[in-house]
Structures are given as C-alpha cells and as structure tokens.
C-alpha cells in the first residue's frame, strides 16, 4: 500500500512516496523517508517487504559510497541502477531473495541528463521517463500517460503531481495523509512540502 | 508434538564436523550457537509449521494476545504492558512479565513468541555488554536496536516471532524503537503493539503531548493499558510499568486492572457494595 512515483523532466528528477509505515491495520509512523540517498546526485526509493527494504538500501549506499571513496569521483545514474539491478537479480536465485520495489533517480554531473530507472523485486529494469511501482501504479500511469510530455519544467512536473495527488485523494482506498517530494538536478537533491508544490 | 521436536533436533552423532545439509548456525561473532534443523532448506522446513499463511493443521500457533505500549516525552520514556498470556481460550497465567530488562537503562517489551523474545533480548544484552567493555562508553538505543534488528533478520522466515519495543536514555536524550522479527525497525516518539495496541492507540493519540509531567505519563500509560484490557480479550491481569530515566529504569507496583476498572468508574456500584471485597479500598 506504499505511493512510490517519479517523473523526468528537462533537467531534473522527481521522487515522490508516502510517509507511512503500516503494520497490520495500524499506521505506526507518519513520517518515514522511503527514500536512499546514494550520492549527492543519485536518490533511490525503496518499498516492498519490511526488513528487506531498509537492509538492502543500507547495503547498496554502503556500496555506492565505497565506489566514491575508492575512485574519489561518484557513480553515475546509469552505472548505480545497474549495480542495484545486479545485486537485486543475484539474490533472486539464492537462499533469500529481496523482495524491494526500486525507483533509481539521478542527474549525471557530466552530461547534466537526467535519468529514472524502474526495478521491480525480479530485478526487471527499464529506464523510463515517468514510473510508479505499487497500487498506486494502477491510478497513476493513466494519468502522467495523458499529461507527459518531453522536456517539462520543474512548474509542469508538480502540476502533474498534484493531479496524481488528486487521483489518489479521489478514488484509491487508502488516504496519504502526506508525501516525500524529492527533486534532483544540477545542483544536487532537495525537498519540498506538499504545501509548496 | 514429540516427532515434531525430535525432527527437529539433531542427534548427539549430527556433529558440526560431520556437516548434514542443516549443520550448526553461528550467530555472527556472538559466540552463540545452535543447531538448525537438518534438511536442504531449513528456512522452508520451519516455514510449514509456523506460517501464519499455512493452513496446515500442524501449525504451531503464535498468540500475540497482549497490549504493550512504550512513548518517549520530557522526562525520559514510559513503558507499560499488560500480563495475561493465552493459550487458545484459555488463560495461562495473569502475571507475566512482559518487560524484559536487558541492562539497568534499557528495557525492551514482550509481544508475540515469549521465548523468542527473551532469549534474543538477553543476547542483546550479552552485546551491550560487550560493547560497552570494548569502547569504554554506554551503547546508544540505536545502536541496541540496530543489533537486535540484525540478529533476528538473519532469521527471517524462519518462523521467529517477536514485535518488541526497545526503550532507553543515551546521549541524545531518551530513544525508542520498535523492533519485529520481520527485519523492520523504526524510530518514532510513541508505539503500541500486540492485539489492543490499536483500543491503547485510541486512548494514547488523543492524551499524549512531549512535554507532560511525570505523573500525567503514568497516567496516561496506566489508563491505555487500562482500556486496552478492557475491550481486548487478550489482554489482562496486572499493570506493569517503568519510567526510563536518564540514569536508568524504575519499575512502578503493580496494578490490578480489576481493580482499576472501579476507580475510573466510581459511578459503577456493585449491587452488594458493602460486603464487597473491594468496598474498603473505594471507601479510602
């Protein structure tokens, strides 16, 4: 029942996921960052099984910052989503695999592009220009299917969030009371209220 | 039950030198060891007697009848648990201790398997200990929960039971978190867990504010535990509580959530008040 949603624009990346945690019918936090810094330039978010997610994001920024100090320059988007998803796909087959839901968001410091890789829990990857993992996939994808286009700005990108905000609110069962909104871009990763959106 | 334990157990011949597929499983620098069960996959072998998901008849039942509750505020942090524990529609005792006092400033609480609980909590002791003779300083709650929450991870799936609450005073000022057998761990200023958590959850949310009293925190503990006894089958017998302070754990007397029903109703008479039991005690 996690919101996890992300969308591309010119230059930038936006992660959005609900701040719940849920155990049986009870709400126990309100306010937890589903979300894993792996650089400054680089935010992975993670939902799926209770203590596979926070175990495997702790083991995959370790991992990415050993990189960072070892070669003194960091991963870029596209070589950490294939890390993760090699790492994901080895478990797959072992004693235990990681049952994570993956959204990979990065800005490359070079190139300035910017990049949205989706993994699922079978280590399925796709680089994509919008993605949701989840129930809320089922509302959402209809939604930045019809408003997306190529080269939004930062204003375009929360007006089409909101509207998914409004879909949920609207017609899922289960109310968000409120979300993580993360932007990364040239500058580094950043975040935003509802309210300020 | 018998061929089930026995299954289970390795025979005097099943030594760790003449590795079956099961052999012995060392928990990662603890010293502490014990025997997995024998066969190929011993995670998918316990899995088909304790799955909650299973519907075989064999299945080892986890009762998770109980309300504990746990909220950091000003003064440190309050720990509360009922004491009934039940074995199908039966209650086995009143007066279990559902607070397990790993070291003189931390405290963790009981809920699911009671074993599971009290034997990974005393190893989390053993580890706090050890640490604090390693780095010559106190362990932080974090650091506590963070190692209790590997111990059982390692585990998962295996048929481990335990949602437990670990409480403490460190150099950030008081800590709490909760813990489950899931591999789940998370911090938050209030928690209540086990089958009335939701009925303490109801009496917690609408009281509870940071800056309270001390007394207005044992209140408040003692009523939600209270009330969660009230409604919840499950959940009974006696009050138990403790304030975790900056120098460590008090524990509180007990009390009777029988008898605290007729305080917070002074309203209820029996109909033979005079000759009852409790007559003299409302009297005072």
Same mark, same amino acid.
């Given at each position: 029942?996690?919101?996890?949603?992300?969308?591309?624009?010119?230059?930038?990346?936006?992660?959005?996921?609900?701040?719940?945690?849920?155990? $049986?019918?009870?709400?126990?936090?309100?306010n937890q960052d589903k979300t894993c810094r792996l650089s400054s330039h680089t935010l992975m978010s993670v939902t799926g099984e209770a203590g596979d997610t926070s175990n495997?994001?702790?083991?995959?920024?370790?991992?990415?910052?050993?990189? $960072?100090?070892?070669? $003194?320059?960091?991963?870029?988007? $596209?070589?950490?989503?294939?890390f993760i998803r090699n790492e994901l796909a080895t478990a797959l087959r072992s004693r235990k695999p990681y049952q994570v839901n993956l959204l990979v968001a990065g800005v490359d410091r070079n190139s300035g592009e910017a990049s949205l890789y989706w993994i699922d829990y079978l280590a399925a990857m796709a680089k994509v220009p919008y993605a949701a993992h989840g129930y809320c996939a089922y509302f959402l994808y209809a939604v930045m299917d019809r408003e997306y286009t190529q080269n939004i700005t930062l204003e375009q990108a929360f007006v089409i969030i909101k509207k998914c905000f409004a879909v949920l609110k609207e017609r899922f069962m289960v109310d968000f009371p409120d979300f993580t909104i993360k932007v990364i871009d040239q500058s580094g990763t950043r975040e935003y209220a509802v309210a300020d959106i | 039950m018998n061929r089930i334990a026995e299954q289970l157990t390795l025979s005097a011949s099943d030594s760790p030198?003449?590795?079956?597929?099961?052999?012995?499983?060392?928990?990662?620098? /603890?010293?502490?060891?014990?025997?997995?069960?024998?066969?190929?996959?011993? !995670?998918?072998?316990?899995?088909? &007697?304790?799955?909650?998901?299973?519907?075989?008849?064999?299945?080892?039942?986890?009762?998770?009848? /109980?309300?504990?509750? !746990?909220? =950091?505020?000003?003064?440190?942090?309050?720990? !509360?648990?009922?004491?009934?524990? /039940? @074995?199908g529609n039966v209650i086995a005792s009143q007066s279990v201790k559902k607070v397990i006092e790993i070291n003189p400033y931390l405290l963790g609480t009981m809920a699911g398997g009671a074993a599971d609980c009290s034997f990974w909590e005393r190893v989390l002791g053993m580890?706090?200990?050890? %640490?604090?003779?390693?780095?010559? =300083?106190?362990?932080?709650? #974090?650091? !506590?929960? =963070?190692?209790?929450?590997?111990?059982? %991870?390692? &585990? =998962?799936?295996?048929?481990?039971?335990?949602?437990?609450?670990? #409480?403490?005073?460190?150099?950030?000022?008081?800590?709490? &978190? &909760?813990?489950? @057998?899931?591999?789940?761990?998370?911090?938050?200023?209030?928690? @209540?867990v086990g089958s009335g958590s939701t009925f303490a959850y109801g009496v917690l949310d609408s009281h509870y504010r940071f800056d309270m009293s001390v007394d207005e925190a044992k209140d408040l503990g003692r009523r939600a535990i209270y009330h969660a006894t009230h409604r919840d089958a499950y959940s009974g017998g006696i009050v138990r509580m403790y304030w975790v302070k900056e120098d460590g754990w008090v524990a509180y007397p007990l009390e009777d959530v029988g008898e605290l029903y007729f305080r917070y109703h002074p309203e209820i008479k029996l109909t033979h008040a005079a000759e009852s039991p409790l007559a003299a005690q409302r009297a005072a």
């Open positions: 029942m996690d919101a996890q949603f992300a969308i591309t624009g010119r230059d930038f990346v936006v992660s959005v996921t609900d701040k719940a945690i849920v155990h $049986s019918i009870v709400r126990m936090k309100n495997f994001a702790e083991y995959i920024q370790g991992n990415v910052r050993l990189y $960072s100090v070892r070669n $003194s320059q960091d991963m870029a988007p $596209s070589e950490t989503a294939n | 030198n003449n590795q079956l597929d099961g052999g012995s499983s060392n928990i990662c620098g /603890t010293g502490v060891q014990f025997e997995l069960a024998s066969g190929n996959n011993p !995670a998918a072998f316990t899995q088909q &007697y304790t799955d909650v998901k299973s519907e075989r008849d064999a299945r080892i039942k986890m009762d998770h009848g /109980t309300t504990t509750l !746990a909220f =950091k505020f000003k003064h440190g942090v309050l720990v !509360a648990t009922d004491s009934r524990a /039940t @074995s580890e706090c200990r050890l %640490y604090e003779l390693r780095n010559k =300083k106190r362990i932080s709650v #974090a650091a !506590a929960s =963070k190692l209790l929450a590997n111990l059982v %991870y390692r &585990y =998962k799936g295996m048929g481990l039971s335990m949602g437990t609450m670990v #409480a403490g005073w460190d150099e950030s000022g008081p800590g709490l &978190y &909760y813990v489950d @057998s899931e591999g789940q761990r998370v911090v938050n200023d209030l928690f @209540s």
